[in-house]
């Protein structure tokens, strides 16, 4: 969906390197989520915030730190990368109106390797 | 916590075939939903599913939610090429957020 970006789209880094992956919406959402996948091991919440004064950890958050810049603006940051963080990440969004039945919007992905 | 189990991981079919895909919550589940990812693209959503027994068909795909609102199911009749990728369910249960399967990759061959 063009309403989410994701800077960069591919990123080749070094192990203990800091890494900042970005994220941008116009869809005028209050939440935000940065996802891991991984071939077989699905989609995997790694931060969430529901506004720009919230910052709640996900599965796993361990190695990961997050920023909401502004209602539009998460970035993720990982502080010193290794090689196991090699993985696609995606950043997702939900307008949080729906309850329940907030359904997610995904941006295209940032492919990560760590060499 | 909440887990949701996706079964089968993979499977491969001939271009008219039936596929399924089914999933399990370890929780009753307040809603369902389902998000298909093209290869190299990003999970789009589908559907949501919310009542129980809730039966929703868009065009050849059918999904259903089970009386106990703890599993759910895809079904595509006569699979086409366009069908290529990979199927997630993800419900919420109480949590915050969504908790998604691992998926199940489909392959069809023309």
């Known amino acids: 969906d063009a309403d989410v970006t994701q800077t960069p789209r591919n990123r080749i880094t070094k192990t203990g390197k800091r890494i900042m992956l970005e994220c941008s919406q116009t869809?005028?959402?209050?939440?935000m989520y940065w996802y891991r996948q991984d071939p077989g091991l699905g989609l995997r919440l790694i931060y969430y915030?529901?506004?720009?004064?919230?910052?709640n950890k996900g599965e796993i958050s361990d190695g990961y730190s997050v920023s909401r810049q502004a209602q539009a603006k998460f970035s993720l940051s990982l502080e010193s990368a290794i090689p196991n963080q090699t993985a696609l990440y995606f950043c997702?969004?939900?307008?949080?109106?729906?309850?329940?039945?907030?359904?997610?919007?995904f941006g295209p992905g940032t492919r990560l390797t760590v060499l | 916590g909440q887990q949701v189990m996706q079964i089968p991981q993979y499977q491969h079919v001939q271009e008219g075939e039936d596929f399924t895909t089914y999933c399990n919550s370890s929780?009753?589940?307040?809603?369902i939903q389902w998000y298909k990812q093209r290869p190299g693209g990003h999970p789009v959503f589908l559907i949501q599913l919310v009542k129980s027994g809730e039966v929703k068909k868009q065009k050849r795909l059918t999904f259903q939610f089970g009386e106990a609102k703890k599993n759910s199911s895809l079904h595509i009749t006569a699979t086409q090429t366009t069908d290529v990728g990979t199927y997630f369910c993800?419900?919420?249960?109480?949590?915050?957020?969504?908790?998604f399967g691992k998926g199940t990759m489909l392959l069809v061959s023309p």
């Open positions: 915030s529901f506004d720009v004064k919230d910052i």
């Open positions: 993800a419900g919420y249960s109480g949590y915050s957020t969504l908790t």
């Open positions: 997702a969004t939900s307008d949080g109106t729906g309850g329940i039945t907030d359904t997610q919007y």
């Open positions: 869809k005028g959402h209050d939440r």
């Open positions: 929780t009753t589940l307040s809603n």
